[in-house]
């Protein structure tokens, strides 16, 4: 146990917990509100996204700080990325729309902000489906391109947000300047740029 | 007389106000050990209660959403655009003096204190059904008088073919309004005989008692067969017009708000179907009925019109 908590790895699982605890207690609180459905809902879409941002995250931190070893993290952030987002699902496809495939299939169709959600969660399976080691192994360098897909699927997220939002555009938007962010410093020019004010 | 609750929720289960507050109190003293961040316990005085209240006799056969759920969770762009911003900030709204000007095509214009109108009429209780545009809907037992009463003493002239309603523009006391998420002070507006229909209540109180201020204290409208967004909240403005004003929302996103916005669950918003709606308190979510279950009452006033094109 002791030998386990020293693992930066366990204490990034217990943190990957809280919010899934957090909601538990609340319930059995009584603290979810006066709409504990859309508490829910939003609480897992926010930490599904957040998942996905930190997930992101890592690469631009790797070569910030020059720790290699922080990609052994990133699994385990996107693989806590798609657990919220298929709770978040789940509310939806259960609790919203009590698992009516007529109603579902509409709503994915006329509204564009579930169009985008839904999207980016059928992005994300094949991802968490070839999270595995095995799986690394066996596509070989077609596991980095099928990965890529983690773009677009967080591109699709914080497009979800915007739209789903009836005025006050002010929280999406902050997700999508840290999204923003993560892809602007990727790109080759950022790159060549910082490491030129490196060097000098 | 029929039952007024729902058989499988009997009177006595629902909570009364006196007695949440009783609870909350109790929870706040275990608040202190509460896990959870973003719960804030504030104290808070008993709202006075309201006498010589005339019972609804057509409340409906629907349990009754309780006083915390209302009063916690309210859509009020004024204080906040997340639903639980009203009641943690609506404290600053002073209530005291305050006027209703009554204005514009009318023979007997004038500038109400609060205090006359809450004599202008006999208040009375008034269940109704909240359905709000965004899915989820309440009922509510309001105190007050239908706005009928008021428009009567105005005397409209004919050039009156609408009403105008203002709530109240001072971002020192309604802290939303220091951002512009609207285009403020928030106007809504009626027809004139939708204005004049008995159902269309101006409600001074919540549950017997007076009208907590992120409720829309210390007057507001209520039109229960319309999307929540129409019952304007904390009036200072009561203007009879030639045409349909511009509201609030219609400025905001004309394709989404109609002038009309009749509770309808055939026509979907962008962004929402209106087929069904979760009742709070309630799991799953329910059909959502046609005017909001008051189309004996009120489909009289729009025969005739598409109500596809007039949303
Ligand atoms: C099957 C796929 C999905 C469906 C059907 C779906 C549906 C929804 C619905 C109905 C809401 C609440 C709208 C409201 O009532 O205001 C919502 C909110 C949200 N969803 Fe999704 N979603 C899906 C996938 C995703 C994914 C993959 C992400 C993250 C990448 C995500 C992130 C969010 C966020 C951030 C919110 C808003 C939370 C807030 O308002 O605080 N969703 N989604």
Same mark, same amino acid.
């Not at chain 1, 790109?187 to 000098?200: F, H, K, N, S, Y």
């Given at each position: 146990?002791?030998?386990?908590?020293?693992?930066?790895?366990?204490? !990034?699982f217990?943190?990957?917990? &809280?919010?899934?605890?957090?909601?538990?207690?609340?319930?059995?609180?009584?603290?979810?509100?006066?709409?504990?459905?859309?508490?829910?809902?939003?609480?897992?879409?926010?930490?599904?996204?957040?998942?996905?941002?930190?997930?992101?995250?890592?690469?631009p931190?790797?070569?910030?700080?020059?720790?290699?070893?922080?990609?052994?993290?990133?699994?385990?952030?996107?693989?806590?990325? *798609?657990?919220?987002?298929c709770?978040?699902?789940?509310?939806?496809?259960?609790?919203?729309?009590?698992?009516?495939?007529?109603?579902?299939?509409?709503?994915?169709? #006329?509204r564009?902000?579930?169009?985008?959600?839904?999207?980016?969660?059928?992005?994300?399976? $094949?991802?968490?489906?070839?999270?595995?080691?095995?799986?690394?192994?066996?596509?070989?360098?077609?596991?980095?391109?099928?990965?890529?897909?983690i773009?677009?699927?967080?591109?699709?997220?914080?497009?979800?947000?915007?739209?789903?939002?009836?005025?006050?555009?002010?929280?999406?938007?902050?997700?999508?300047?840290?999204?923003?962010?993560l892809l602007?410093?990727?790109?080759?020019?950022?790159?060549?740029?910082?490491?030129?004010?490196?060097? #000098? | 007389?029929?039952?007024?609750?729902?058989?499988?929720?009997?009177?006595?289960?629902?909570?009364?106000?006196?007695?949440?507050?009783?609870?909350?109190?109790?929870?706040?003293?275990?608040?202190?050990?509460?896990?959870?961040?973003? *719960?804030?316990?504030?104290?808070e005085?008993?709202?006075?209660? !309201?006498?010589?209240?005339?019972?609804?006799?057509?409340?409906?056969?629907?349990?009754?959403?309780?006083?915390?759920?209302?009063?916690?969770?309210?859509?009020?762009?004024e204080?906040?655009?997340?639903?639980?911003?009203?009641?943690?900030?609506?404290?600053?709204?002073?209530?005291?003096?305050?006027?209703?000007?009554?204005?514009?095509?009318?023979?007997?214009?004038?500038?109400?204190?609060?205090?006359?109108? &809450?004599r202008?009429?006999? &208040?009375?209780?008034?269940?109704?059904?909240l359905?709000?545009?965004?899915?989820?809907?309440?009922?509510i037992?309001?105190?007050g008088?239908? &706005?009928?009463?008021?428009?009567?003493?105005?005397?409209?002239t004919?050039?009156?073919?609408?009403l105008?309603?203002?709530?109240?523009?001072?971002?020192?006391?309604?802290?939303?309004?220091?951002?512009?998420?609207?285009?403020?002070p928030?106007v #809504?507006?009626?027809?004139?005989?939708?204005a004049?229909?008995?159902?269309?209540?101006?409600?001074?109180?919540?549950?017997?008692?007076?009208?907590?201020?992120?409720?829309?204290?210390?007057?507001?409208l209520?039109? $229960?067969?319309?999307?929540?967004?129409?019952?304007?909240?904390?009036?200072?403005?009561?203007?009879?017009?030639?045409k $349909?004003?511009?509201?609030?929302?219609?400025a905001?996103? $004309?394709?989404?708000?109609? *002038?009309?916005?009749?509770?309808?669950?055939?026509?979907?918003?962008?962004?929402?179907?209106?087929?069904?709606?979760?009742?709070?308190?309630?799991?799953?979510?329910?059909?959502?009925?046609?005017f909001?279950?008051?189309?004996?009452?009120?489909?009289? !006033?729009?025969?005739?019109?598409?109500?596809?094109?007039?949303?």
């Open positions: 146990m002791h030998g386990l908590l020293r693992r930066p790895g366990s204490w !990034l217990v943190a990957g917990c &809280l919010p899934l605890l957090r909601l538990i207690l609340l319930g059995v609180w009584g603290g979810l509100g006066a709409d504990p459905v859309e508490f829910v809902a939003h609480s897992t879409g926010t930490w599904a996204l957040i998942g996905l941002l930190l997930t992101l995250a890592v690469t931190l790797r070569r910030l700080t020059g720790r290699s070893g922080l990609v052994r993290h990133r699994r385990m952030l996107g693989l806590f990325a *798609f657990f919220y987002a709770l978040h699902a789940l509310t939806y496809f259960w609790l919203d729309q009590s698992f009516d495939p007529r109603a579902i299939a509409r709503d994915i169709l #006329e564009p902000f579930i169009t985008a959600g839904f999207t980016a969660f059928v992005l994300l399976v $094949p991802l968490a489906a070839t999270s595995t080691r095995a799986a690394m192994r066996r596509l070989g360098r077609r596991w980095q391109l099928l990965h890529r897909l773009y677009p699927a967080a591109v699709l997220g914080v497009l979800h947000f915007l739209w789903l939002v009836k005025k006050d555009l002010t929280e999406p938007l902050v997700y999508a300047g840290v999204l923003g962010l602007v410093v990727r790109l080759r020019w950022t790159q060549r740029l910082l490491a030129r004010v490196r060097e #000098e | 007389m029929p039952p007024r609750h729902s058989p499988d929720i009997l009177p006595s289960e629902i909570t009364p106000p006196d007695i949440y507050r009783e609870r909350r109190r109790f929870m706040q003293g275990i608040g202190a050990l509460a896990l959870a961040a973003g *719960f804030g316990a504030t104290a005085a008993a709202p006075a209660r !309201l006498t010589g209240v005339r019972a609804d006799p057509q409340a409906p056969d629907e349990a009754r959403t309780p006083y915390r759920d209302i009063t916690t969770y309210n859509n009020f762009y204080f906040g655009s997340g639903k639980d911003d009203p009641a943690a900030r609506a404290d600053s709204l002073r209530t005291r003096p305050w006027t209703v000007a009554v204005e514009g095509a009318v023979n007997r214009p004038r500038v109400w204190d609060i205090d006359a109108l &809450l202008l009429a006999p &208040l009375e209780e008034r269940v109704y059904r359905r709000c545009v965004e899915g989820w809907s309440m009922v037992p309001w105190v008088f239908s &706005l009928a009463e008021l428009i009567r003493r105005a005397e409209p004919g050039d009156a073919k609408y105008e309603f203002v709530s109240l523009h001072d971002p020192a006391q309604m802290p939303g309004q220091r951002r512009r998420v609207l285009d403020w928030y #809504e507006g009626l027809r004139m005989d939708e004049m229909h008995p159902l269309t209540l101006l409600a001074v109180g919540l549950y017997g008692e007076v009208l907590p201020n992120q409720n829309g204290a210390p007057i507001r209520v039109v $229960p067969w319309k999307y929540g967004f129409k019952s304007a909240k904390s009036l200072v403005r009561i203007r009879f017009v030639e $349909p004003p511009r509201t609030a929302w219609m905001a996103a $004309p394709d989404e708000y109609g *002038f009309y916005s009749n509770v309808n669950p055939q026509v979907a918003h962008p962004r929402w179907s209106q087929a069904k709606e979760r009742r709070i308190g309630e799991l799953f979510r329910r059909d959502t009925l046609m909001n279950g008051y189309a004996d009452a009120v489909a009289g !006033l729009y025969r005739g019109m598409d109500l596809k094109r007039y949303f």
